[in-house]
């Protein structure tokens, strides 16, 4: 009987926080079509859709959040993101500040090969994401200066990318979970085994597939799975040095 009380309790605590960190306006959804979008490697799209979230209201300072590779402006509203600085008297309180959450190109609810190019669609880098990005603030929603760009991991990079495309459209930048470095090493090596295992799946048909490779799913699973080994034996052979006297573990990262 203790027991289930105390779970309960456990429950109906979460269930408090949970709202507690939900509570900042809804969020809003829209689209917008860049049109004439030039990709890096000279292509055009004459009509590039780009989805978009956004957080608070048009006259608060505007703030741009760029969400990781795989993910989408969804994948930035949980409760150990969104909760933690949207809300009231938080960092980026939503009452003060306007939230922009961009899906990137390839990603949510924007433009992307599976809305019916294919490989036909144009190859795109970060930079071409990133210029995405800024015409979707500065002509989609008429913001001529950001208050902050922040960014985890992929948006991270995209966070480095805004500091060298276009300097002065803000005045603080946050990138986390990256460097400004190109991808190397096992990085690189899981993310190319993952493209040729696809490539080479006889349902991939040279890009001009019917249905989601079978492969891709295996694919995936090796990249899920090949991620916490490697770092469990990057940390066995590679120790981290003795933590500093006085460090917190909220701040070892």
């Given at each position: 009987m203790i027991g289930s009380r105390a779970a309960l309790s456990a429950a109906l605590m979460m269930v408090?926080?949970?709202?507690?960190?939900?509570?900042?306006?809804?969020?809003?959804?829209?689209?917008?079509?860049?049109?004439?979008?030039?990709?890096?490697?000279?292509?055009?799209?004459?009509?590039l859709k780009l989805h978009y979230t956004t957080i608070g209201e048009p006259s608060g300072r505007p703030v741009l959040v760029l969400h990781g590779s795989g993910g989408s402006a969804a994948s930035m509203l949980t409760p150990t993101f969104a909760g933690e600085l949207?809300?009231?008297?938080?960092?980026?309180?939503?009452?003060?500040?306007?939230?922009?959450?961009?899906?990137?190109?390839?990603?949510?609810?924007?433009?992307?090969?599976?809305?019916?190019?294919?490989?036909?669609?144009?190859?795109?880098?970060?930079?071409?994401?990133?210029?995405?990005?800024?015409?979707?603030?500065?002509?989609?929603?008429?913001?001529?200066?950001?208050?902050?760009?922040?960014?985890?991991?992929?948006?991270?990079?995209?966070?480095?990318?805004?500091?060298?495309?276009?300097?002065?459209?803000?005045?603080?930048?946050?990138?986390?979970?990256?460097?400004p470095t190109e991808m190397a090493a096992r990085n690189w090596m899981l993310r190319r085994v993952m493209l040729e295992t696809i490539r080479n799946?006889?349902?991939?048909?040279?890009?001009?597939y019917t249905s989601q490779p079978r492969m891709m799913k295996y694919a995936i699973a090796a990249y899920r799975f090949a991620r916490p080994a490697a770092r469990s034996a990057i940390r066995r052979w590679h120790p981290l040095p003795p933590r500093p006297t006085g460090w917190s573990t909220s701040s070892s990262r």
């Open positions: 408090s926080v949970t709202a507690m960190a939900a509570d900042y306006p809804a969020p809003k959804e829209g689209d917008w079509i860049a049109k004439d979008f030039k990709f890096h490697t000279g292509e055009v799209m004459p009509e949207f809300g009231p008297e938080q960092p980026l309180d939503a009452s003060k500040y306007y939230i922009i959450i961009p899906d990137g190109i390839g990603h949510g609810k924007s433009s992307k090969p599976s809305d019916g190019m294919k490989t036909a669609f144009p190859k795109y880098d970060y930079e071409d994401m990133v210029d995405a990005q800024y015409r979707l603030v500065n002509e989609g929603l008429a913001i001529k200066h950001l208050r902050l760009v922040i960014g985890n991991s992929m948006g991270g990079m995209h966070t480095w990318v805004w500091g060298v495309r276009y300097p002065s459209f803000m005045d603080a930048l946050v990138p986390m979970a990256s460097q799946d006889p349902d991939y048909n040279r890009g001009n």
